[in-house]
């Protein structure tokens, strides 16, 4: 499954719980996205297709998350997005997008 894929269904996945799935850009390294859930909850994602492992960068950067208590998961195939889903208890069959509103 492509690397763009697995992104665009977590992010839709997300979003349907209530949460937003932030692009990170502009920093060598960053996980792809940022997670916010509800109550404070936050996590990063780094999506890499079937197979493929981050970098160098991506690691050092993976680990420095980790030191400051983040969570950082790096996800490859839907059922590492399954796994996510059950760790921080949101549902994956809720398919309703929900809009946030002003």
């Given at each position: 499954m492509l690397e763009?894929?697995?992104?665009?269904y977590f992010k839709m996945k997300i979003e349907s719980s209530f949460g937003l799935?932030?692009?990170l850009i502009g920093y060598v390294g960053i996980p792809d996205r940022l997670i916010l859930l509800p109550k404070g909850r936050i996590?990063?994602?780094e999506f890499?297709?079937?197979g493929k492992k981050p970098r160098k960068i991506q690691k050092f950067?993976?680990?420095k998350l980790k030191n400051l208590g983040f969570k950082?998961?790096?996800i490859d195939d839907k059922d590492k997005i399954e796994g996510v889903f059950k760790e921080w208890n949101l549902d994956l069959t809720n398919t309703k997008r929900k809009q946030l509103t002003r």
């Open positions: 763009r894929t697995l992104e665009n799935c932030i692009k996590f990063f994602v890499k297709q079937k950067v993976h680990s950082v998961y790096v």
